[in-house]
RNA sequence: GUGACCAUAGCUCAAUAGGCAGAGCACCUGGUUGUGGCCCAGGAGGUUUCGGGUUCAAGCCCCGAUGGUCACCCCA
């Protein structure tokens, strides 16, 4: 019995990894130049820590996708199916809300979640995560939105739009999920069960719905935006505002709603193509109360938790090239003992003055040797032996023109520079 | 957790009507002295996902398990 990966869990080939290093970079750079800091927690976390951060209407707890176990001294530990949690605990442990507000931080991992896998869905999979807080201003949440979008478009992504919505604060929102659930409870016959059930567990989850019957009655459902108070209206309006001004492109969703339940005012989607079901590229919205719920200081913040299997996924349908990760273009060739210690020796000096380079190994005939640097795809070959070395030169074959020349070995490091245009 | 479809070499796929398991690509070796690609020759690589059953005979038919894919649920 061969061992294989975990039912929903992946290998990253290296022939995956330019579209990574390329997302990932991108990801980098970008807090970078929006001013985010970078904080790792750790993967596993105790089990009330996101229970908490969940609560009850969560499927990751009601359906208990938490990978979770009892630690040697009876703890009961998880690993991690969201970031927030675990940086809202970090941020309090540490006091970070001494620190010069708004805290803006970034993180990169993976995450777990005991799902069934279908495309663009796995239980392990890595998220780019944003969050700002103790700023409640509506320019906070615009950052964050920016900040995700900027990634997809300098990814070279076309035609993305957010899906934005409002759900209103603790003040508003309890008065419009009555109204909700009365209108549905005034139409239960027509309700399919799916949607009955959401409306016991989770009333706003019915807005989310995939059953014909319910789209048709959600026509004349009320909606969160239409039942804002003032302060949460105006917030909405600001942030409207705000995206106008940068033309970033959106549409108003009544029935976005997420699966998180701290979400408090915004929350937004970009959705990608070619993604199936799972279509979502990122998620994320506002969570004032969330602090506080792990112990510390009332406190806002907003926050996005980008996919990053997604966005390869979406980049390859949409024939998105990532830039070529950087290889070595030089391989050292050797005839013979004394000419293979030089080998070493020249490998290591181009190595240890920061020109990529690879040895041919063992000692096999020079057709072989060539031919191990041509599957390389080394753009020169520096050919060492006994005839050579008694002249102090080496033979460089260019391997796209099949040209040679010799040049003195005392000159090779910077003829070699020179020519891959590496500076020095 | 529910449902549908699928499973043959590292990859993509063949294998009449149940009748000796194959090809292309990739990999290794060779085509004589110190020269890659193209070409030619050869080689290695399989418990046909696994376990049962039917049959003289199963990759093929039946049952079960596992895994994959997609959808529901839910979500990045």
Redesign the pocket.
Known sequence: MRF??L??FNDILPEDYAYWRFVLGKAVELSDRFGYEQIDTPILEATRLFLRGLQEG???VL?KELYSFEDHDGTNVSLRP?FTAGVMRAYVEHGMHTRPRPVKLFAIGPLF?H????????RQ?V?FNAELLGEEDAAADLEIMQLAYSLYHELGFKGLQFQLNSIGCPDCRPAYIEKLVAYFQNHHDTLPE?DRR?LRV?PL?VLD???EATLALLEEAPRAIDHLCETCREHFESLTGYLDVLALPYVINPRLV???DYYVRTVF?VWGEEL???N????GGRYDGLVESVGGPKTPGVGV?I?I??IVLSLKAQGIEPPALPRPEIMTLH?GAEAKTRAVLLTSELRNAGIPALLAFGS?????Q??SA??AGVRYAV?L????LARGVA?V?D??D?S?QEVPLSGLLSWLRQRLEIPS
């Open positions: 294989q990966t039912k929903g969560s499927a990751i359906d969201e979640r799902e069934k896998p279908q495309a663009g869905r796995f999979h998220q799916v959401r989770n989850r719905t995939k059953e997420r699966g998180f989607e199936g079901a799972q979502a590229l990122c998620g938790g996919g299997e997604r005839l096999r005939s020079l057709k072989s060539l031919k041509h599957r050919i032996a006994e005839d050579e033979t074959r391997m796209v099949s040679q």
